[in-house]
């Protein structure tokens, strides 16, 4: 089954890192992306800029409406991303656990699914 984990983050917590912490912390991900990758359970992953750098679009009534980041009203950012397929959701929380990020930031687990259901 596939899963999704997000990396939830608190909005400027990098900015509180040294460069070598954030280093580390990136080190630390993605030691354990290969980890996954090694296991077979690892689709996708990326690491995602600052919402600083992001812009939301909508559209209503045919008119596009473009906010820059960062978005005041967010108190938390997605800073990444792993795509998983694993045998359960049992599972998808397991690996979740073992992310580093779970120490400093809230990981999100979704199946993959309809938005209909």
């Given at each position: 089954?596939?899963?999704?984990?997000l990396?939830v983050?608190?909005r400027?917590?990098?900015?509180?890192?040294?460069?070598?912490?954030?280093?580390?912390?990136?080190?630390q991900?993605?030691?354990?992306?290969?980890?996954?990758q090694?296991?077979?359970?690892?689709?996708?992953?990326?690491?995602?800029?600052?919402?600083?750098?992001g812009?939301r679009?909508?559209v209503?009534?045919?008119?596009?409406?473009?906010?820059?980041?960062?978005?005041?009203?967010?108190?938390?950012?997605?800073?990444?991303?792993?795509?998983?397929?694993?045998?359960?959701?049992?599972?998808?929380?397991a690996?979740?656990?073992?992310c580093?990020?779970?120490?400093?930031a809230?990981?999100?687990?979704?199946?993959?699914?309809?938005?209909?259901?």
């Open positions: 089954m596939p899963y999704l984990m990396i983050e608190p400027g917590q990098r900015a509180e890192r040294t460069p070598a912490e954030g280093q580390e912390a990136y080190a991900m993605l030691r354990y992306a290969e980890g996954l090694a296991r077979g359970l690892l689709a996708a992953a990326e690491s995602l800029k600052s919402d600083a750098e812009v679009l909508r209503r009534d045919g008119q596009r409406t473009l906010v820059d980041g960062p978005f005041a009203e967010a108190k938390e950012m997605i800073g990444g991303f792993f795509l998983l397929t694993t045998d359960s959701r049992d599972e998808a929380l690996l979740a656990a073992e580093p990020a779970a120490q400093w809230t990981v999100e687990v979704r199946e993959l699914g309809p938005c209909f259901l």
